[in-house]
């Protein structure tokens, strides 16, 4: 149920050490993540939200200059977030994002968030499945300097497609996926503007080529890539704002390392080139029968 900040320096090495330490304990292996529809794995996208629900956790590094009243500024974010299953189907999330921003300079959490995530409908011989959820930006929990003191509330949609079911023609498209997410952003603070989020991702999974359409013989870590072009896009009065995000992540049974470019689609989206990096643990593989189960196993059969 994370959605990524564009609001994100000196914390680019460290973020890196991390990844780099990450990805030498986990040894490579087939992908049995949460978002799976059919044979198509979704991973855990970085600039929207992916199709799927799970126990999970997060961490998201950013860094971006946006346009300021006084000049451009330099911004950072660190952002966390815990997704913990209710039954197979039903997720709840809190999440938090520790910011620092230059021009003028600032730095402390932004408000906190929670939010809802239910998979809805899952088409195995097509790869498609949808879910529906929502997430509230809590006004006030943040600090002053950084968090605002009204609440935003934003119902969406999410969707994924994969194309394992493409003829024979075309068999080398099968590795394509696609996402998708939807849904108005409402404040409710007097005079605050509201907006309408919308974002896509076109991603090939180098997994799937080699499990479903072809061995090449690819070694790892190149076997389990994903290249990946993301889109999140948002409207407000009258003006859009947002990015294309082009990168790769690396997915494992267990979790997934990320990296992408944040390339601002206009001026009021950004001066520069930004960076995302996320490390992400999947609780529901990493441990079953414990910390990943639903609280509700009754459910699991849904």
């Known amino acids: 149920m994370r959605t990524s900040s564009t609001r994100c320096g000196n914390g680019l090495l ?4 991390f990844s780099t330490t990450t990805i030498s304990l986990l040894a490579p292996s087939m992908a049995c993540a949460h978002a799976i529809a059919g044979d198509y794995v979704f991973p855990a996208t970085m600039g929207i939200d992916d199709p799927g629900v799970g126990d999970e956790a997060d961490v998201l590094y950013g860094h971006q200059r946006v346009p300021g009243d006084n000049g451009d500024q330099s911004i950072n974010t660190f952002n966390f977030e815990w997704d913990k299953l209710i039954t197979s189907r039903l997720a709840l999330s809190i999440g938090g994002t520790y910011a620092t921003q230059t021009n003028p300079t600032a730095r402390g959490f932004d408000n906190f968030t929670v939010g809802a995530k239910y998979l809805l409908y899952v088409n195995e011989p097509h790869e498609f499945m949808v879910s529906v959820g929502a997430e509230a930006d809590l006004g006030g929990t943040g600090s002053r300097a950084i968090g605002d003191n009204f609440s935003t509330i934003s119902p969406n949609v999410y969707l994924g497609k994969g194309f394992g079911d493409l003829p024979d023609t075309v068999a080398y498209l099968r590795p394509v996926g696609v996402t998708a997410e939807v849904g108005p952003s409402f404040t409710t603070g007097a005079g605050q503007p509201n907006a309408f989020n919308y974002g896509f991702t076109v991603q090939y999974s180098l997994a799937y080529l080699q499990q479903h359409v072809h061995d090449l013989n690819l070694p790892e870590p190149l076997a389990s890539l994903i290249p990946i072009v ?9 003006q859009t704002t947002g990015t294309i995000n082009p990168g790769f992540i690396w997915l494992n049974r267990y979790g997934q ?42 459910a699991q059969k849904e």
């Open 257 to 298: 390392l990320g990296i992408e470019a944040q390339i601002p689609v206009n001026r009021a989206s950004g001066s520069h080139v930004g960076i995302l990096l996320d490390a992400h643990i999947f609780f529901d593989d990493v441990a079953p029968t414990t910390i990943g189960k639903p609280l509700f196993t009754s």
């Open 230 to 238: 993301e889109v999140p896009l948002s409207r407000s009065q009258g």
């Open 14 to 17: 460290a973020a890196l050490a």
